[in-house]
T-cell receptor
Framework: DQQVKQNSPSLSVQEGRISILNCDYT??????FLWYKKYPAEGPTFLIS?????DKNEDGRFTVFLNKSAKHLSLHIVPSQPGDSAVYFC???????????FGIGTKLQVIP | NAGVTQTPKFQVLKTGQSMTLQCAQD?????MSWYRQDPGMGLRLIHY???????DQGEVPNGYNVSRSTTEDFPLRLLSAAPSQTSVYFC?????????????FGAGSRLTVL
């Protein structure tokens, strides 16, 4: 049972345009959400997070939106740059528990 | 700071062989964990530890063993390797405070079981 779903395995975007990566979850107990970025042959690195008490968190070019009623979150990258080309993992956790659940990832390609 | 260090980076085993993937962190993090990454499956939690002497199972613990004798080290043991354990393995840790929910990952260990 996949509790965190990333339904788009890949996404191509022109440099300078907006990239929107989507994530859905099924467990309503999740109260903290994160996005990780992964380059080939490297480990995932933390990008941005959001608590369930918020609906938006912004960090530079990256913004995460959370819609609790729809159990949906999205990552917006504006403007997209070629260096953003990577696999992006959505993750969710219950803060009082010790486990983080990851989606299968979306491969973003930013075309120069 | 080295962060999370995994060794080896690459390993080829034959079915039935045993080996240990090493993981060390120098951030004094209490929480450490092991994930495996497979195509179409994302990152799946194998085992985790909330402190020295304490370990617990994740989603896919079968075939793997862990122990936590120190805060710094969290080795993952494959007792009798199977082709289904061919994967990329990531060790991750996290501390407390404002970073309590953010995992720091190692660079990964690619394991092939023939």
């Amino acid at each position: 049972d996949q509790q965190v779903k990333q339904n788009s395995p890949s996404l191509s975007v022109q440099e300078g345009r907006i990239s929107i990566l989507n994530c859905d979850y099924t467990n309503s107990m999740f109260d903290y959400f994160l996005w990780y970025k992964k380059y080939p042959a490297e480990g995932p690195t933390f990008l941005i997070s959001i608590s369930s008490i918020k609906d938006k968190n912004e960090d530079g070019r990256f913004t995460v939106f959370l819609n609790k009623s729809a159990k949906h979150l999205s990552l917006h990258i504006v403007p997209s740059q070629p260096g953003d080309s990577a696999v992006y993992f959505c993750a969710a956790s219950i803060v009082s528990y010790q486990k983080v659940t990851f989606g299968i990832g979306t491969k973003l390609q930013v075309i120069p | 700071n080295a962060g999370v260090t995994q060794t080896p980076k690459f390993q080829v085993l034959k079915t039935g062989q045993s080996m240990t993937l090493q993981c060390a962190q120098d951030m004094n993090h209490e929480y450490m964990s092991w994930y495996r990454q497979d195509p179409g499956m994302g990152l799946r939690l194998i085992h985790y530890s909330v402190g020295a002497g304490i370990t617990d199972q994740g989603e896919v613990p079968n075939g793997y063993n862990v122990s936590r004798s120190t805060t710094e080290d969290f080795p993952l043991r494959l007792l009798s390797a199977a082709p289904s354990q061919t994967s990329v393995y990531f060790c991750a840790s996290r501390g407390g405070g404002s970073g309590a929910n953010v995992l720091t990952f190692g660079a990964g260990s690619r394991l092939t079981v023939l």
